[in-house]
């Protein structure tokens, strides 16, 4: 017998104890401060139960020990794999223009004037139709620039995708990530009619401080009308459901709590709260500028009075689930993002340049995939040095391969609280996963009784 | 001692990607990954 190379100890200074989870299993064990020194013992020697056998038992069951024959690594590599080459699920992310009608403070894009053309229109449409039965689901993602500028081409090939799923019998489920200025009812009404449902949409809280980072290019705070937007969007069909995100720093953090405040009680349910720190190294960023103390309560706050407030948050014990089998959708090979101009790409948090461009469709509707630049992003060593060592890695899978790609330095890329990381990755990182275990307490036990 | 959380079977962890997967298996998994990974389109400057 041996100890797992991804127990992950947390001390609970509440209690003395400690929290011992299994971040390649999922398992999570609380042990009480009498307990902790016996724990630790056999996790060191695993065959020295010394009268301890109750205690071995249960750490044998939940897996932080294992046999001596499981190879850990050998897992991980698997899931990798097969999420890698998962072709049940096709991603497809579609951008009508790279152009945007906001010019927000922290925007990693260079936003040019560009729209997408018949031809591109019709070879997506092309391809759409004999790409989408070969796969059970298809997330269809609208993202841009400012995917509205492009309206009706969104329109057009969502009609023709949804058309395409219905004969084929695919799931197809689109979204859109939109600033929401241009969500008025008349667009709303044709994106929903579409079978657009799933939306998100960013207010940096209230006007007074989301006015100040997401502006128009001529420099207008655009909060009215987002907000009577998404509000307007919501009465429009049952169906949708909004992620509203919080993109926050130390000038909006404690701001949002008024904006939850702010919207109609009967629509809160079918929004989900998002609170999301802005990355970077700039007077923006919110982990240059914040004591991670301080995120961490305001976190546990801002959800905790989110969810009092009828809002859908996204809390608990399911976040803590195992199984992150990428890093992220770009090192799926089933996924693409196809640019305004026929461009393939593979990571979102890009510039979008041709000489970047992993392919490009054609107007017959085929993928021309440059195979060397595309098996960048899913081939290749699977996972960098440091990684292999690193008792977090079935959360987080390896990390940013854009990050890897352009660092080129095996694990020196690490950075605990990226946008994908796991929730569970940033709880730790911002020493609350004590916080989150003691508020998961009560749903603990119906969790623990439906496994 | 507590057993807040137990192990998951690795058959069920690769289940949304299996040969037979159904579509509810596979949505769900999208979105319970988007809900713990944050596997979302990020609008962050993250440069």
Redesign the interface.
Known sequence: MKASKYNVIVEDPATGGV?LY?SL????????KD?VAIVNRLLAFPDAANGNGD?QQ?LR???HLIEDAVDEMA?IE??KR??V??S??LDV?IMPTLDCNFACA???ETHQASSMSDDTERAIKLWLSHEMPKH??V?L?W?GGEPLLGFQRVVSITEHATAVALRSGT?C?PHM?TNGFLLDQRRATALTQAGVHNF?I?LDGPPDTHDRLRVLKNGRGTFRQVFENVVGLMHVDDRVRV?L?V?FNQGNLHSIPTLLEMFPGDIRSRLRV?Y?????R?A??ASDNLPSEEISQAMAQYYTIAEQLGYDV?LG?????????VY??AERDNQVIINYNGDLHKC??SEFRTEDRVGFIRTDGSLVRDEQKWSLWTDGELFSGACRSCSYLPLCMGG?RKTRLEQRGPGNCCALT???????L?QIAYGRFPNL?RQ?DQP?AA??DK? | ????????E?K???E???KD???EV??E??V??A?????????????
């Open positions: 929290l299994n299993y999922g398992s999570l064990t609380a042990w009480s307990e205690i249960v069951e939940q897996k897992i698997n899931r097969s999420g080459a998962d049940n699920r992310i922290y925007c990693y059970t689901v997330l993602h993202f799931c489920v990530t998100q960013t992620s995100r993109n998002v999301e720190p802005i990355f970077g700039c923006l960023s996204v014990l399911s976040n803590l689930s195992a199984g992150k089998l992220c959708y979102s948090v940013c990226p946008t994908n990381a796991s929730y569970l940033k275990v998961c603990t969790n623990h496994s | 001692m507590k057993v807040i959380m137990k192990p998951e690795e069920k962890v690769l949304p990607v299996s997967a159904k579509p596979i949505r998994s999208v319970s990954k809900l713990c990974c944050v596997d979302h389109l990020c609008g962050c400057n993250s440069n």
